[in-house]
């Protein structure tokens, strides 16, 4: 089993930049890729980033390639998402997810293939 706590969300303006955490529990958090979604209000949850297990690969959705960056340290159990040139339409509930099948290679983009969530945290960005 793996909890996972986000933190960082919060209002923001456009152009305006924010830093997820993601706190995990365990001792496999270094065997596991783990990403990034999101839901905004009225639509389906979407792929934002992932990281593999190493931290070594990463792979963005099209919407936030070159604005968002994820990265991870293993030491701590800890993963980022870095959010630089915030726009509007990155308004939503930002959510952090563990693939626990280990080694996995990327990329996992699906929400069925992470088993665990976070609660999730609100990122709005308004004027």
């Known amino acids: 089993q793996v909890h996972l706590v986000e933190s960082g969300g919060g209002l923001v303006q456009p152009g305006g930049s924010l830093r997820l955490s993601c706190a995990a529990s365990?001792?496999?958090?270094?065997?596991?890729?783990m990403g990034w979604f999101r839901q905004a209000a009225g639509r389906e949850r979407e792929f934002v980033a992932v990281n593999n297990w190493s931290g070594r690969a990463t792979y963005y959705s099209n919407s936030v390639k070159g604005r968002f960056t994820i990265s991870r340290d293993n030491t701590k159990n800890e993963l980022y998402l870095q959010m630089n040139s915030l726009e509007i339409e990155d308004t939503a509930v930002y959510y952090c997810?563990?693939?626990?099948?280990?080694?996995?290679?990327?990329?996992?983009?699906?929400?069925?293939?992470?088993?665990?969530w976070g609660q999730g945290t609100q990122v709005t960005v308004s004027s």
């Open positions: 997810a563990a693939d626990p099948q280990a080694y996995r290679t990327l990329p996992v983009t699906t929400p069925s293939q992470f088993t665990y």
């Open positions: 365990g001792s496999a958090f270094s065997t596991y890729n």
